[in-house]
């Protein structure tokens, strides 16, 4: 009954490789985010979706693409990976996307770049 | 650009000690805030939140913080710690942008030790 979720919670990959993350809510909620947290535990929102609708996209590279095939999943593909991609990947979920919304966060995937 | 600042990195404590961490935030005009608790290993958690309405907030685990509107702060505040309180904990503004957009903006963390 986990309500945010995440896979995998670990990546370990090469430079230049392509690699995706998943994330699932089954809190019936509309809008979904992924986050960054560097090494030093700094969070940055990456991006933000609204019923399957990009509403917030902050100045990520292109290498990086979200997908949501439906309200309850936000998937998030990086192409060409590079050493500073390495961090933890937070997906997160708000009924709406109000102010107001309280912001459910999964467990993390946490991505290290050889 | 909206910020929010915290003012301590690391704090350690022994338990049964008194806590305060400091929560500060550039003007934005209307915000809502929110403490997040991160355990070792684990998700952000949220311990409370502030919309309006009394500007002394009780949250979970005996977490309180206090909104004062004059000084931009959001400060966490617990009478007595435990070993278990041992975390990072994140201070977070939800910042009303022109268009009807918002976004939630993390303060860097502080990193609580709790000594038994």
């Known amino acids: 009954d986990t309500a945010v979720s995440q896979t995998p919670k670990y990546l370990v990959t090469q430079m230049g490789n392509d690699k995706s993350i998943k994330c699932e809510q089954n809190?019936?909620?509309?809008?979904m985010y992924w986050y960054k947290q560097d090494s030093k535990k700094f969070l940055k929102i990456m991006f933000s979706?609204?019923?399957?609708?990009?509403?917030i996209n902050e100045t990520v590279p292109n290498r990086f693409s979200p997908k949501s095939p439906d309200k309850a999943h936000l998937n998030l593909h990086i192409n060409s990976l590079e050493l500073g991609d390495s961090a933890v990947y937070f997906c997160?979920?708000?009924?709406?996307?109000?102010?107001?919304?309280?912001?459910?966060f999964g467990p993390g995937t946490r991505l290290t770049v050889l | 650009a909206q910020s929010v600042s915290q003012h301590n990195h690391h704090v350690i404590l022994s338990e049964a000690a008194s806590l305060e961490l400091g929560c500060n935030y550039s003007y934005g005009g209307t915000v809502n805030l929110f403490w997040y608790v991160q355990y070792p290993g684990q998700h952000l958690q949220l311990l409370l939140k502030?919309?309006?309405?009394?500007?002394l907030v009780k949250g979970i685990k005996g977490f309180e913080a206090e909104f004062i509107k004059s000084k931009f702060s959001f400060n966490l505040r617990k009478p007595s710690v435990q070993w278990s309180d041992t975390a990072e904990y994140f201070c977070a503004v939800n910042y009303m942008f022109s268009g009807g957009y918002n976004k939630l903006i993390f303060g860097a963390g502080t990193r609580l030790a709790v000594h038994p």
């Open positions: 979706y609204n019923n399957k609708e990009l509403i």
């Open positions: 997160a979920s708000s009924l709406r996307p109000g102010s107001t919304d309280t912001q459910y």
């Open positions: 809190l019936g909620h509309d809008t």
């Open positions: 502030y919309f309006s309405g009394d500007p």
